[in-house]
């Protein structure tokens, strides 16, 4: 809907318009007044010039069309006086409009303007540009007749530019006004691209065409007409191809945008999905499991259980117990895969954390008799981390060299200070089964676990080591691993000094 400013401005397109069309008419009048003078064969061109419209005419852009009625148009300039071959051009200018308001039609589009008035307009713009070409071409001394003379060359080219530069730039205002934009950069970005190649359908074609009615009359206009009709015609096709195949491309384009909206929808609707069955994990799992344990120790301490009864309730308790871990494992996996593990990092006592992952590692490596050592500097500034996760990261380590080191081994906890960076490294080093080495790129990889003989029975989910890592890292750390099959391996991790993040901050 025009707007009232819009509607302001729109007086400026209609004056516009009316003034050339009254141009236009004068124009035309002149010419049919000066057809009393002129051979009668200007028809012929009249009709070559409608023939040309119609079979050849394509729009290629919603304000511009090809064809060859401007060549007609300009061989008639060569041909006849230019007053005269104003109709020739007119003629053009009639046959455009009613071919692109048919195709308007075809397509559902409704044209902004009368037909009458588009007929007036654009057969004023075609007249002016085709009395402008021979008013120049007889200016710079053209002569009509044979084009091929060396001196009507150049006037032919002054010509046919400056006609096709006048008739874009009547077009170009009136769509500068109807758009409200410099009539300049409508020119340039719909019409420039198209100028070199209409001066050129002008120069040769008209000039082909003008050179064959001056050797044979009529019959040689037609000669030269229908090689340029086939071949302006085969560039429409290969337009029109174009069109369908942009027109194809674009479906596709559309579809495959249509198939990503719905594959991120579905995603979206997974994650969703993900997360409440974490959360109901984490409810309805945990709290059973929890309370199952708390009972199953409560009846463990009494004194009343037979020996059978005894080996069943510490059954349950350990099944029961790495059925929590294992609940535990998947909330910290899924945590960390969405970043929403949070580290209440502080500034802590990394021996604390190794005492605590001790307690709990202790009886299980008495069972199987193996020693561990502790190895770390009397005095030893505090890391920056959370307890909690720390001794949970050594516990999952510490379990793993006892679970992989055969009865009788040895396990060695090493603390150090990093030489180069402010980081403090721990070593757990073992002496058990090792790693094969095509295996350690992949040990800290979810459910990654080694099948082997010597371990089979080992209990194992494949998390413990993917959990340690994300961890480490949480805290701004790095872990790695070095392991020779037969002879142990050595986990290692660092974490940053707790003053080293002071001075950072
Ligand atoms: P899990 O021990 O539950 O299988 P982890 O993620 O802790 O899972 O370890 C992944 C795999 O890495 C283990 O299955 C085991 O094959 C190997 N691994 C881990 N630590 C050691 C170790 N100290 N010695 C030998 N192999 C180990």
């Known amino acids: ?187 340039q970005q719909n019409m420039s691209w198209a100028t070199p190649m209409n001066v050129l359908g002008m120069v040769v074609g008209g000039g082909g065409l003008a050179m064959g009615y001056h050797i044979a009359g009529i019959i040689g206009a037609g000669v030269f007409f229908l090689p340029l009709v086939l071949t302006i015609y085969a560039f429409r096709l290969y337009i029109a191809q174009s069109k369908s195949q942009m027109g194809r491309l674009e479906d596709l384009i559309a579809q495959r945008t249509e198939d990503l909206r719905q594959a991120n929808e579905e995603l979206t609707h997974l994650d969703r999905t993900r997360n409440q069955f974490f959360s109901v994990v984490n409810h309805e799992m945990r709290s059973p499991l929890t309370a199952i344990l708390g009972y199953a120790e409560m009846l463990q301490a009494s004194p009343l259980l037979s020996p059978d009864q005894a080996e069943m309730l510490h059954l349950i308790h350990e099944n029961g117990r790495r059925l929590l871990e294992l609940v535990n494992n998947l909330l910290d996996i899924s945590r960390l895969e969405n970043g929403r593990l949070n580290i209440l990092a502080q500034p802590m006592d990394l021996m604390e954390a190794v005492d605590q992952a001790l307690d709990v590692i202790r009886p299980l490596a008495q069972k199987k008799r193996i020693a561990i050592r502790v190895d770390a500097p009397p005095t030893l500034p505090n890391v920056m981390g959370e307890t909690r996760r720390v001794a ?102 660092t974490l940053p000094l707790a003053a080293a993040q002071d001075a950072a901050s």
């Open 1 to 187: 809907m025009a707007t009232p400013q819009s509607k302001g401005k729109l007086w400026r397109l209609q004056v516009y318009t009316a003034a050339v069309s009254l141009l236009g008419i004068a124009l035309l009048l002149c010419s049919l007044w000066q057809l009393r003078q002129t051979s009668p064969e200007i028809f012929i061109f009249v009709a070559l010039c409608v023939a040309a419209e119609l079979t050849t005419s394509e729009a290629i852009a919603p304000q511009l069309a090809i064809s060859m009625s401007s060549a007609v148009g300009f061989a008639a300039v060569l041909s006849f006086h230019p007053v005269a071959a104003v109709i020739v051009g007119m003629a053009g200018g009639l046959a455009t409009t009613l071919v692109k308001d048919a195709a308007d039609r075809r397509q559902g589009r409704r044209p902004g303007a009368a037909l009458l008035r588009r007929i007036l307009f654009n057969m004023a713009a075609f007249g002016l540009s085709i009395i402008t070409a021979g008013l120049i071409y007889w200016g710079l001394g053209g002569r009509a007749g044979d084009p091929l003379l060396a001196t009507n060359l150049l006037p032919m080219l002054v010509a046919a530019t400056v006609s096709e530069l006048v008739n874009g730039g009547i077009v170009a205002l009136a769509v500068a006004l109807q758009v409200q934009e410099p009539a300049r950069k409508v020119w």
């Open 392 to 493: 949970q990261v050594l516990v999952n380590l510490l379990s793993n060299a006892v679970k992989y080191t055969p009865e009788t081994g040895r396990v060695t906890v090493t603390v150090t200070r990093d030489e180069a960076r402010p980081m403090v490294r721990v070593h757990v080093a073992d002496t058990g089964i090792g790693i094969p080495r095509e295996r350690l790129p992949h040990v800290f990889d979810r459910f990654s676990r080694l099948e082997r003989d010597d371990i089979a029975g080992t209990i194992g989910t494949g998390l413990g080591l993917s959990i340690a890592k994300g961890l480490v890292e949480a805290h701004g750390g790095e872990i790695w691993v070095e392991s020779e099959e037969g002879r142990g391996s050595t986990f290692a991790f």
